[in-house]
C-alpha cells in the first residue's frame, strides 16, 4: 500500500502539491487524475523518493522510498520512457537495471516478452517509436516483479493494440493482489481501467472514491426523449408540459429532448397525460469524462487564449442544470437525475470531505497558497510557462 499524509512540495514561491493524504491500497488499479500542471508527476516523484516533500510523507508498505530494503525488487515504476540511453540496446538497458539490482538475467528476457518487445530486444532504444519506448518503460518497471506499481500515463504513444494490452496488464497486476498506481488523461481509458480514482487539483485533492460513486456524484444524467418525427408539434406540446411538470428540457441535434429533473416513470405519465407518443425514453448517464470535466473546472491552470476569448470556459455538458437551483419536485423518487453538487463556497474547486488536512488527519503544511485565489477560471490568459519535467514524452 501507498500512503500519503499531508504531502506538500513546494518549488521556490510554486506549491505544486498542498497537503494530500490518501492511501492507495492493493488488488485494485488506482487512478491518478488532474489537468496539467496539477502535481501528479510531483506527487509520483516523491514517492519515488525522486523529490523530497516540503512538508509531511509518503510511504510504501510502511516505509519512505529510500528506506525500502532492495526498493527495485518492491516498486517499479515507469515515469519518463525517454529516460534510457538512446545507444544502449533494448536488452542491455534492461540487463543494466537488473544487474543493480541483482535480478537474474533471464528475467530480462522475460519481460521483453511480455512487453512483446522479443524480437527488437537488441536493437538501440533510439531508434525507438513513442509506443516501443513506452512498453521498454514498462519492462523496466516489472522487471523486479514488484508488488507496487506506478505508471505515469503508460499508454501515451500506444495504438489501439498497445492500449488495450496495457489495460488487460495493469487489470492482470491488480488481480494479482499488487497496488497499481496510474495516471493518464485519457478518460475512456481510465474509466475501463481503473476502479477507485484519486484526483488533484491546484496540488490538492478533490476526490478519493470508486469511479461509480465519482460519476454519479459529479454527472447530470438525463432522460432522453423522442416523440415521432413526423409530427414536431407533438414535440413542442412535450417540451410544454415537462416544463410544467417542473423538468428541465433541452432540445438535442438528432430531434430527440434532454430531460433532466424528472424520473422517468413521471416523463411517461406527462406524455401520456398531454397526449402525446414517444418513440424513445431512456436513460443516460454521464461519462467519466464528463464527470471529471465538471470536477475540475475551477482547478485548470492551462486553457487556450481562444477558448477564453470566445468564453469557452470548461462548458458544462448541454443540458447540466442549474447547480444552485432549490430542491426540484420528484427528488426523492427512483429515477430522477440528480444535478451534481454544488461547489462548496470559497473555494477555487469542490474539496472532498474532510479536507484540507484529509481524511488521514495530515500535517500541517501553512497556510493554504490556494486559499486567497479567485473562485472561478482565470480571466487572464495564463503565463505560456510549458513546465513539465518530462512534456516530450506526452
Ligand atoms: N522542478 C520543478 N521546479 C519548479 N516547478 C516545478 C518543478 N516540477 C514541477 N513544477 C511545477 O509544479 C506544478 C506541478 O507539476 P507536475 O509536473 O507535477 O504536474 P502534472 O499534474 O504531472 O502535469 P501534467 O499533467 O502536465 O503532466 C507545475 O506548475 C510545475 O510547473
Redesign the pocket.
Same mark, same amino acid.
Given at each position: 500500500m501507498i500512503e500519503a499524509v499531508g504531502l506538500t512540495k513546494r518549488? *521556490?514561491a510554486?506549491t505544486?502539491?498542498y497537503n494530500l493524504s490518501f492511501q492507495v491500497r492493493p488488488g485494485t488499479v488506482t487512478g491518478f487524475l @488532474?489537468? $496539467? @500542471? #496539477? *502535481?501528479? #508527476?510531483? /506527487?509520483m516523484?516523491m514517492i519515488l523518493g525522486l523529490d523530497n516533500p516540503s512538508a509531511g510523507h509518503v510511504t510504501i508498505a510502511g516505509h519512505p522510498y529510500r528506506k525500502l530494503p532492495n526498493a527495485p525488487r518492491h516498486v517499479g515504476a515507469l515515469l519518463d520512457a525517454k529516460a534510457v540511453h538512446g545507444g544502449r540496446h533494448a536488452r542491455n538497458h534492461l540487463l543494466c537495471l537488473a544487474q543493480l539490482s541483482g535480478i537474474p538475467a533471464r528475467r530480462v528476457d522475460e519481460v521483453l516478452g511480455v512487453v512483446g518487445l522479443q524480437d527488437v530486444a537488441k536493437k538501440r532504444s533510439k531508434g525507438f517509436s513513442l509506443g516501443m519506448g513506452q512498453r521498454l518503460g514498462i519492462a523496466s518497471a516489472l522487471l523486479g516483479d514488484p508488488q507496487v506499481l506506478l505508471f =505515469? %500515463?503508460p499508454v501515451n504513444g500506444l495504438d489501439p493494440e498497445g492500449i488495450l494490452w496495457v489495460r488487460n496488464l495493469m487489470k492482470q497486476l491488480a488481480a494479482e493482489g499488487r497496488t497499481v498506481f496510474v495516471?493518464s488523461?485519457l478518460m475512456s481509458e481510465m474509466a475501463l481501467t481503473a476502479e477507485h480514482l484519486i484526483v488533484?487539483g491546484r *496540488?490538492q485533492l478533490l476526490a478519493d472514491m470508486s469511479v461509480k460513486d465519482f460519476i454519479s456524484a459529479n454527472s447530470a444524467d438525463f432522460a432522453r426523449v423522442r416523440t415521432p418525427d413526423t409530427d414536431p408539434q407533438q414535440r413542442e406540446k412535450l417540451t410544454a408540459a415537462l416544463t410544467e411538470a417542473g423538468g428541465q428540457v433541452l432540445p438535442e441535434q438528432d430531434g430527440a429532448l434532454r430531460v433532466t429533473g424528472l424520473p422517468l416513470p413521471r416523463i411517461s405519465d406527462v406524455a401520456h397525460g398531454a397526449s402525446v407518443r414517444l418513440w424513445e425514453l431512456s436513460p443516460h448517464q454521464a461519462s467519466l469524462e464528463e464527470a471529471y470535466m465538471r470536477m475540475t473546472q475551477g482547478a485548470v =491552470?492551462y486553457r487556450s487564449t481562444i477558448d477564453q476569448r470566445a468564453g469557452l470556459q470548461q462548458q458544462l455538458p448541454a443540458g447540466a442544470p442549474d447547480q444552485f437551483a432549490p430542491p426540484m419536485p420528484g427528488q426523492d423518487q427512483p429515477g430522477w437525475y440528480a444535478p451534481p453538487p454544488p461547489q462548496q463556497g470559497g473555494q477555487p474547486f469542490g474539496m472532498p470531505q474532510g479536507a484540507p488536512g484529509g481524511p488521514y488527519g495530515g500535517a500541517p503544511a501553512g497556510p493554504n497558497p490556494y486559499a486567497q485565489q479567485a473562485p472561478a477560471a482565470p480571466a487572464q490568459a495564463p503565463a505560456p510557462?510549458p513546465? /513539465? =519535467? $518530462? %512534456?516530450d514524452s506526452?
Open positions: 518549488y *521556490g510554486k505544486a502539491v @488532474g489537468p $496539467n @500542471g #496539477s *502535481g501528479k #508527476s510531483t /506527487t516523484r =505515469d %500515463e495516471s488523461h488533484i *496540488g =491552470d510557462t513546465h /513539465t =519535467d $518530462n %512534456e506526452r
